[in-house]
T-cell receptor, first 114, second 114 residues
Framework: DSGVTQTPKHLITATGQRVTLRCSPR?????VYWYQQSLDQGLQFLIQ???????AKGNILERFSAQQFPDLHSELNLSSLELGDSALYFC?????????????FGDGTRLSIL | AQSVAQPEDQVNVAEGNPLTVKCTYS??????LFWYVQYPNRGLQFLLK??????LVKGSYGFEAEFNKSQTSFHLKKPSALVSDSALYFC????????????FGSGTQLTVLP
């Protein structure tokens, strides 16, 4: 058990809809990362937060947004969903977000767009 | 730009035999290198990392990896494979002093045959 909790585990919705994925980091970790895993694109970094502030941005679409709250949990919001957004979305956390620190991953949210 | 290559999509090895999963990287600057393992329907699990120092790094579950700067490689090894080692393995790189985050390879599916 990594200590990172993601909800829900599965999400099925339709094109054009909006969903929110939730992540609780490991106790003591201040930095949260979001990744998208798909068969064609592999594991793609989306965005990183540290102690409530955005720290780094990767291949995140404008239709997607995220935030980290004062209690350090994070939410990833996906809007105007398209079929291509179907993927596994992972949250990871680390102590301070420094590049040498290992990240600890949750078990992901599987998003299916119908 | 930083990148990681895992040249083999699939590696098969007999139980009890040594295993190697290959990884090469490309970065500007000093690399931090990581190996993660992913079991079906689970998140990535940290195995080991190289930051600096000894080129041979030991990690969880009997795995080790050798950092080779001249060949820009970081191959994962285990002296004696177990059936339970069958999983998807990811190599990843980040760079000291860089704001860029982890870049993952495409993954190698390891199958250990009984």
């Amino acid at each position: 058990d990594s200590g990172v909790t993601q909800t829900p585990k599965h999400l099925i919705t339709a094109t054009g809809q909006r969903v929110t994925l939730r992540c609780s980091p490991r106790s003591g970790d201040l930095s949260v990362y979001w990744y998208q895993q798909s068969l064609d694109q592999g594991l793609q970094f989306l965005i990183q937060y540290y102690n409530g502030e955005e720290r780094a941005k990767g291949n995140i679409l404008e239709r997607f947004s995220a935030q980290q709250f004062p209690d350090l949990h994070s939410e990833l919001n996906l809007s105007s969903l398209e079929l291509g957004d179907s993927a596994l979305y992972f949250c990871a956390s680390s102590v301070s977000g420094a590049p040498h620190q290992p990240q600890h991953f949750g078990d992901g949210t599987r998003l299916s767009i119908l | 730009a930083q990148s990681v290559a895992q040249p083999e999509d699939q590696v098969n090895v007999a139980e009890g035999n040594p295993l190697t999963v290959k990884c090469t990287y490309s970065v500007s600057g000093n690399p931090y290198l990581f190996w993660y393992v992913q079991y079906p329907n689970r998140g990535l699990q940290f195995l080991l990392k190289y930051i600096t120092g000894d080129n041979l790094v030991k990690g969880s579950y009997g795995f080790e990896a050798e950092f080779n700067k001249s060949q820009t490689s970081f191959h994962l090894k285990k002296p004696s494979a177990l059936v339970s080692d069958s999983a998807l393995y990811f190599c990843a790189v980040s760079v000291s002093g860089s704001a860029r985050q982890l870049t993952f390879g495409s993954g190698t599916q390891l199958t250990v045959l009984p």
